[in-house]
């Protein structure tokens, strides 16, 4: 194996930490770590999919046949909107503009390396708490890999637990639904890591997922040999957002992309969006009682629930709050109707299908467009953060993957329920992993 030419960086107090799948400062701060890599100037190598900028991925190694994000300008949308120059990253299943991200979201890009980043530095195994599309995101890394993973869904979405590969394969995903939301799917997980040979993957503290959804950035700087002026994402946790200004800040450093920090929009969801709450009231700090209220109905009423993140990393060093500051950001919250609207605007201008979070993106920019907050000439980059689903359907078949677990309850009864098969799994695998 190569030695990887990188190193971790407490935000906080700059501390040089050695990777050892290490998601917190060893000093105990409230800090993002963030990747420092040898390379300032990317190459761009002649491989396919995300594993070309390996020189700011936190990996010593690729892993084969990993699929990519593209960047194009848009024609269509661009004209409707009146932009000359607005470029769409897409991930996810696009053959006929050669994206092949057969998951359909850009939490693939964040899958792949984390994989990989783990057998490099560690030997156990993940648990990664989902509204969906993450687990399904490491649930087809791991049945393309053989490599294990424990997947931890709310029940309501067990639906987006699916893979393009065989069922025969689904062995290596272990997977359980619990009766509640992401946020009980997150603290059931929290306490599964206690058990030998698991560990967290770490969300937004996984520098391997944000160097991962970085990749968008920097495929969009290679096509449009500059930093758009403009940035616009829909969020649920930030991370993404995060990502990808940590993706500018280093693309700036590497000197041939221009010097101007792009302006980074993030859009949520209406009614549950603390993200924007917390930002219009000019704080650092999201307030369950404020920013949250009747949270549990706000989730239902969301259109698109994988957005529905009840403790975004935003007031954390180098999380949300830091990135809309120090790029001049900009938060708007979309409603369902005009999710829907944008979602068929785009649908029939560019003729791909949309994940519902990435219409809220687009529907952020129609916004944006009618209050001027953009202009004619900006360069903006539109992230779109899943879709192709549709056209996934028309070439490939869909396998459900079958929960092992139905949990109806949480806490310490959860536990007792899962723990023999959960350990069986567990033991399984002890031989193979190093
Ligand atoms: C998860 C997700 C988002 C939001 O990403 P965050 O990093 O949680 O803010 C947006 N779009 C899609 C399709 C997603 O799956
Ligand atoms: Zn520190």
């Known amino acids: 194996m190569k030695t990887a030419d990188y190193h971790l960086e407490c935000l906080e107090c700059g501390s040089t930490i050695t990777d050892r799948y290490t998601n917190i400062c060893p000093h105990g701060h409230d800090s993002l770590l963030r990747t420092v890599y040898k390379r300032k100037q990317i190459r761009q190598l002649p491989e396919t999919g995300i594993f070309k900028y390996i020189d700011w991925l936190p990996v010593a190694d690729a892993l084969p046949q990993t699929a990519g994000p593209i960047t194009y300008k848009s024609e269509q949308l661009g004209k409707v909107l009146g932009l000359n120059n607005l470029y769409i990253g897409f991930s996810g299943y696009w053959p006929e503009r050669s994206v092949q991200m057969k998951t359909c979201t850009f939490k693939e890009l964040e899958a792949a390396p984390t994989c990989q980043r783990l057998k490099e530095t560690c030997d156990k195994i993940l648990v990664v708490p989902s509204a969906g599309n993450t687990s399904r995101a490491f649930a087809e890394v791991s049945t393309r890999t053989g490599m294990p993973v424990v997947a931890v869904v709310p029940k309501s979405s067990v639906h987006r637990m699916w893979t393009t590969t065989e069922p025969e394969k689904h062995n290596s995903v ?14 059931l997980s929290q306490e599964l890591v206690q058990q030998k040979g698991l560990i967290a993957e770490g969300g937004v503290k996984n520098v391997a997922r944000r160097d991962g959804m970085g990749v968008v950035e920097l495929e969009a700087a290679f096509f449009m040999h500059e930093l758009p002026d403009h940035y616009f994402q829909a969020v649920g946790s930030g991370t993404g957002a995060i990502a990808a200004w940590e ?4 693309l700036i450093e590497d000197g041939r992309f221009g010097q101007n920090m792009p302006r980074i929009v993030i859009a949520q969801n209406l009614p549950f969006a603390p993200i924007l709450s917390a930002w219009q009231d000019g704080r650092s700090e999201i307030i369950a009682d404020t920013d949250m209220k009747n949270a549990e109905e706000a989730i239902k009423a969301m259109y698109a629930d994988v957005l529905s993140t009840r403790n975004p990393p935003y007031s954390i060093q180098g999380g949300v709050y830091d990135m809309l500051m120090s790029t001049n950001g900009h938060v708007y919250g979309i409603t369902n109707g005009e ?32 209050e001027r907050f953009v202009e004619k000439t900006d360069k903006i980059l539109l992230n779109i953060t899943g879709g192709g689903y549709k056209r996934l359907n028309a070439d490939y078949q869909m396998y459900r993957i079958k929960e092992r677990v139905e949990l109806k309850s949480s806490g310490q009864i959860a536990l007792d329920e899962i723990e023999t098969a959960l350990n069986e799994f567990v033991d399984s695998y002890r031989n193979i992993m190093r």
């Open 174 to 187: 272990f997977l359980i639904s619990v009766d509640g939301d992401y946020s009980d799917a997150i603290a």
């Open 247 to 250: 993706a500018f800040i280093r």
């Open 339 to 370: 999710c829907k609207e944008a979602e068929k605007l785009f649908e029939s201008e560019e003729g791909i299908d949309l994940d519902p979070a990435a219409s809220v993106s687009v529907a952020a920019l129609i916004k944006a467009v009618d």
